[in-house]
């Protein structure tokens, strides 16, 4: 079965700052990779999509690499801004339609 | 394009009773999942369902169930509430990509309130 972890659990960052969010993966078998956002209490927005095919993706100041043979992706985030705290989400579907997701990791970026 | 919607958005229930939740998803849509979200657990997956068949299945209790309408609109039914059916559910609406890659698209969620 194909189990997702995120380190760090929760993470806290000057307003500015260049981060990195982790996620791992047991099983390398994967189609795709998805990073979402949560707002609390809310439900999750789609962030970046990344093929199986593919190393990585960008939109704006956010930057996602897949590295299938490790089981792993990242998510960095440029010059971060308090709007951009919230819960972040990786998940990953090796077959089917069925997504694994991870803990995610809590971000607060201070002003 | 409207986004997937879900209804309603809040619900107090009593343990024992039953529930129904719905879900709408994007226009073209084929395919409908729903998760439980909880503090403990994280996102868990309950079922899948694609033109009204039931695709995937997660390891959830026979009291949870769903079906899928003909015009993708997905419902989900949680018989004889437990305490700890208290939760967050969540829908997605897939389709695959102009890369064939299957992307999710979530709803805002159910938040259940078991008492």
């Known amino acids: 079965k194909q189990e997702v972890t995120q380190i760090p659990a929760a993470l806290s960052v000057p307003e500015g700052e260049n981060l990195v969010l982790n996620c791992s993966f047991t099983?390398?078998?994967?189609?795709?990779l998805q990073w979402f956002r949560q707002d609390p209490g809310k439900g999750l927005t789609s962030l970046l999509l990344?093929?199986?095919?593919?190393r990585e993706q960008t939109s704006g100041r956010l930057n996602a690499s897949l590295d299938k043979s490790s089981g792993r992706s990242t998510l960095y985030i440029a010059a971060s801004q308090p709007g951009d705290s919230a819960t972040y989400l990786c998940a990953v579907r090796p077959g089917g339609n069925q997504f694994y997701f991870g803990t995610g990791t809590s971000l607060t970026v201070i002003p | 394009k409207a986004g997937v919607t879900q209804t309603p958005r809040y619900l107090i229930k009593t343990r024992g009773q039953q529930v129904t939740l719905s879900c709408s998803p994007i226009s073209g849509h084929r395919s409908v999942s729903w998760y439980q979200q909880t503090p403990g657990q994280g996102l868990q997956f309950l079922f899948e369902?694609?033109?009204?068949?039931?695709?995937n299945k997660g390891n959830f209790p026979g009291r949870f169930s769903g079906r899928q309408f003909s015009n993708s609109r997905s419902e989900m039914n949680v018989s004889t509430l437990e305490l700890g059916d208290s939760a967050l559910y969540l829908c997605?609406?897939?389709?695959?990509?102009?890369?064939?890659?299957?992307?999710?698209?979530f709803g805002p969620g159910t938040r259940l309130t078991v008492t």
């Open positions: 099983d390398s078998a994967i189609y795709n």
């Open positions: 369902y694609f033109s009204e068949t039931q695709r």
């Open positions: 997605a609406s897939s389709s695959l990509s102009g890369t064939g890659a299957y992307e999710q698209y």
């Open positions: 990344i093929q199986s095919s593919q």
